[in-house]
């Protein structure tokens, strides 16, 4: 069973359009590849809230360096 793509317009400014050309850049993917994968992270951030769990980054370690708040 195939899936239907829904094209999708997204205005943006020429400084986040800068970041997501950087950013593809560096992660060796297209803009919209970029796009599909953060909608992919916030749907996993989005779900740990729900379930009172935070987001964080941790070092080699497991010491957290930086909690993701605000989301």
């Not at 094209?7 to 993917?29: C, F, G, I, Q, W």
């Not at 749907?43 to 009172?52: D, H, M, P």
């Amino acid at each position: 069973m195939s899936r239907k793509q829904i094209r999708l317009s997204l205005d943006v400014s020429p400084e986040l359009n800068e970041l997501l050309d950087e950013m593809a850049d560096k992660t060796h993917s297209s803009k919209s590849e970029l796009l599909r994968k953060s909608i992919a992270l916030m749907e996993v951030a989005v779900q740990e809230k729900e379930r009172g769990n935070h987001l964080s980054i941790v070092n080699k370690s497991q010491q957290i360096i930086k909690e993701i708040v605000g989301l």
